[in-house]
């Protein structure tokens, strides 16, 4: 691989590399000292919205490209199996626990961003913007 192309791999797939890490790290911590004061469900469906986003970003080699339905359905199902890993790997953690709620938290999240990604590109393409 070129230095180019190295750089463009680390561009692409770096950023949801270190999501991903910043997820298990914080799952591992028995307590998260700057834990939100709204609900759990939320921040879990926010956490997976961004994973979502990076994970079909990566997917798709970036932004510019037209998302198919195929790279958004493999993003979604990346995302739950790394929201019910996460789970279980919750279930070992000291003062934490697994909970199905939290997996469907997470499903709507990514789901939600998924969405926004995929109707946000149409708008700027429509717009004249890509």
């Known amino acids: 691989m070129s230095p180019r192309g190295a750089l463009r791999a680390i561009w692409i797939w770096g950023p949801l590399l270190a999501y991903g890490f910043l997820i298990y790290y914080l799952s591992g911590l028995p307590h998260v000292p700057w834990a939100p004061s709204y609900p759990d469900y939320v921040a879990h469906a926010i956490e997976y919205m961004g994973l979502a986003v990076l994970t079909a970003r990566a997917l798709n080699n970036g932004l510019l490209l037209p998302f198919s339905g195929r790279t958004l359905a493999l993003a979604f199902l990346l995302c739950m199996g790394y929201a019910i890993s996460d789970e279980i790997h919750q279930k070992f953690v000291p003062n934490r626990f697994a909970d199905v709620t939290d997996v469907?938290?997470?499903?709507?999240?990514?789901?939600?961003?998924?969405?926004?990604?995929?109707?946000?590109?149409r708008l700027l393409v429509r717009g004249g913007l890509t």
């Open 104 to 121: 469907l938290s997470d499903a709507v999240g990514a789901g939600a961003g998924l969405l926004g990604l995929r109707l946000g590109r």
